[in-house]
């Protein structure tokens, strides 16, 4: 546990901005004393506090002192730091963050919360379509009472209200069914984005959100192979989404049983790898980004998404094979290191 003190300290040039103005839901200074608490700093004292920013900070966890201890890190309350700023404030680094002097700038320090919660391992289109629109969602959503968990049922309740438009081989149906999957998919990035936003992040929201996305997996191919079955007249396209099914349910529970039942400390789920970093884990960690999505989706434009379900039926056992792989050699490596 790190020793390191945050001081928030009034800012040197005036400004129009209160400490406890509203930004995505919380007050200004009340989100720094939450985030640099996440980021590490085991004390956070605020200096020179009256009564209504006292009123803003009660219960986050913040001491009201007169002046800021000789050792802490100071940073003016009006500077708006993400968890990349806090981290490198308790680095060491010298400055961090968007200070806010007045309205104008409250705007862009919004900005820079927003793009701070976009994951490095994001996929291409994750990163440059789907978190834009997600994004601007969870930005109108941070201030209300909508939960994370609330967002991740109502993502996977559209993803499984999808999966049915894949039984037919209308193009016009299909479009619905690929556009249903794909905004399941947006949409389920909000649930982490307002956890974060929100300071609420839990055990529970993590594993829901993780379970919620492969049951609309399953749901699209198992309806893909009814859907083929049904149009070709033949069983096989049947088969192919119980193998998928069931390959899709073995990998999950494989990533769940390495990845999220350890201690509770940290991130759940960031890499199928626990161990060792190698070029098959990184290429496993690239295939199960869900651009895919997209290629479903211009299928349907087709009528053909449904046959998306063959090459499902060889990916998803070859991504099994691959975690299995990648857990024996993270064994073989933490033998090696005990």
């Not at 993400?82 to 308790?90: T, V």
């Not at 705007?107 to 994001?122: N, P, T």
């Not at 529970?204 to 893909?224: E, S, T, Y």
């Amino acid at each position: 546990m790190s020793a390191s003190i945050l001081a928030l300290v009034p800012p040197s040039e005036p400004g129009t901005i209160l400490p406890e103005t509203p930004l995505l839901g919380l007050p200004l200074a009340r989100r720094t004393v939450l985030g640099a608490r996440r980021a590490g700093f085991s004390r956070v004292v605020v200096v020179g506090a009256n009564a209504e920013l006292a009123a803003a900070l009660d219960g986050a966890g913040a001491e009201l002192v007169a002046a800021a201890p000789p050792a802490s890190v100071r940073l003016p309350w009006n500077v708006v730091a993400g968890a990349k700023d806090l981290r490198a404030l308790e680095a060491g680094a010298a400055q961090a963050g968007v200070p806010v002097r007045g309205p104008a700038d409250v705007r862009l320090a919004e900005k820079h919360l927003l793009r701070g919660l976009i994951k490095d391992e994001e996929g291409f289109m994750s990163r440059h379509f789907d978190r834009s629109i997600s994004l601007a969602v969870s930005r109108r959503l941070a201030g209300t009472s909508v939960t994370p968990n609330q967002m991740t049922y109502f993502a996977v309740l559209i993803g499984v209200v999808g999966a049915p438009f894949f039984l037919s081989s209308r193009p016009s149906v299909q479009v619905i069914g690929g556009i249903l999957f794909l905004l399941h998919s947006i949409l389920d990035g909000c649930d982490g984005e307002l956890a974060r936003l929100k300071f609420q992040e839990s055990r529970w929201g993590g594993v829901l959100d993780f379970w919620g996305d492969n049951v609309v997996h399953i749901a699209v191919f198992a309806a893909m192979g009814m859907g083929l079955a049904r149009r070709l007249g033949q069983p096989w396209p049947a088969w192919c989404g119980i193998v998928s099914v069931l390959a899709t349910i073995a990998s999950a529970y494989t990533v769940y049983r390495r990845t999220m039942m350890g201690p509770k400390e940290g991130p759940l789920y960031t890499s199928v790898a626990t161990h060792s970093d190698s070029v098959l884990s990184r290429l496993t960690d690239a295939v199960s980004r869900r651009d895919f999505i997209y290629l479903i989706l211009i299928m349907s434009i087709f009528g053909v998404a449904d046959w998306f379900v063959i090459s499902s039926t060889i990916m998803i056992p070859l991504y099994f094979l691959a975690l299995l792989v990648i857990a024996w050699n993270d064994r073989r490596v933490a033998r090696s290191a005990a």
